[in-house]
């Protein structure tokens, strides 16, 4: 039996279902998440899990909303599960925690957060440098004992991360939310016409207003779209850890395929990184197989000697 909804909506431009019970359609979502066209089946519809999921653009939400989304008067055949209810949740994850507190003149003063304060004040921040990112803390709950960084865009909460002082594990604590394509201070540093991309919140902080975190040293294809979208036109710097050579290698050759004009790297020796600085970056305009480029690579990837 094929699923009355999809035959409702899609007639037969509609593959499935599989053995998953998952039906493929072109994803109507890409479009508007600012991709172009879906003409591959990208969308994943599961009635009987109740589930959609677009492997594009990374749509995510049940079934029964993503048919009301589409023709709001089809009769939607499905059943409420768990999981919906789960993914309800999990859309809501992006909004700060509850017990979230943002740091400024006020709350600095409260004898409760002053080792969140000195945490920050070692890493050489300053408290107009805390308010201009908006970090913020939690006490209790569940980023109890962290501090909590937000990326804001256009007004706009991406994601957010939240880090230990106390050393417990793990370092960072992230939302349940995927962070689909959500970049850490990349308004502001488009604005500087130049963007910095680094692994963490701490390295693009210290990397200044042109410093972009990734969360991590593999973004997601829709962050790497995103960059190459809005700074194609501009200077665009790989700045990974030092021990992340070879995703530094397949990002710039991802960044340079798409276009992206005035490309550099940045290299560290293993075991540094942007946030520490202790020495400077090796500096390199990216050209795939370029001479410099590739003894750039080979000075921070030598063999290991036993
Ligand atoms: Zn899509």
């Not at 003409?39 to 589930?51: A, F, M, Q, S």
């Not at 908006?134 to 937000?150: A, E, M, N, Q, T």
């Not at 550099?264 to 990216?286: K, S």
């Amino acid at each position: 039996m094929i699923n009355s909804s999809i035959l409702y909506v899609f007639g037969n431009r509609f593959v499935g279902p599989n053995s998953n019970g998952d039906y493929q359609v072109d994803c109507p979502f890409c479009l508007a998440r600012g991709l172009t066209e879906d003409d591959g089946k990208h969308l994943y519809l599961n009635p009987g899990k109740n589930k959609a999921h677009c492997f594009r653009c990374d749509y995510r939400s049940s079934f029964a909303e993503t048919i009301r989304k589409l023709k709001g008067d089809a009769p939607v055949d499905f059943d409420e599960t768990e999981e919906d209810k789960k993914d309800k949740e999990i859309e809501q994850a992006n909004v700060l925690p509850q017990e979230f507190v943002l740091l400024d003149e006020e709350t600095a003063k409260l004898v409760v957060l002053a080792p969140y304060l000195e945490y920050l004040y070692s890493r050489k921040m300053t408290l107009d440098r805390i308010k201009k990112y908006g970090i913020g803390v939690c006490v209790s709950g569940r980023f109890g004992g962290r501090l909590v960084i937000p990326a804001w865009n256009y007004g706009k909460l991406e994601y957010f991360v939240a880090r230990t002082i106390w050393g417990n594990k793990p370092k960072y604590k992230n939302p349940h939310a995927p962070k689909k394509d959500a970049l850490f201070n990349f308004e502001c540093a488009l604005s500087t016409g130049m963007i910095v991309l680094v692994e963490g919140v701490f390295s693009a902080i210290a990397a200044g207003d042109s410093g972009v975190a990734l969360f991590g040293k593999n973004p997601y294809r829709l962050q790497v779209e995103r960059i190459v979208k809005e700074a194609r036109k501009i200077k665009v710097v790989v700045m990974l850890d030092g021990d992340a050579i070879n995703e530094s290698k397949k990002l710039a050759l991802e960044l340079y395929r798409s276009g992206v004009e005035k490309l550099y790297i940045g290299l560290f020796n293993d075991g540094d990184d942007p946030a520490e600085y202790r020495v400077p970056p090796l500096l390199v305009r990216y050209v795939p197989n370029s001479p410099e480029v590739l003894a750039a690579f080979y000075k921070f990837h030598v063999p290991k000697r036993i």
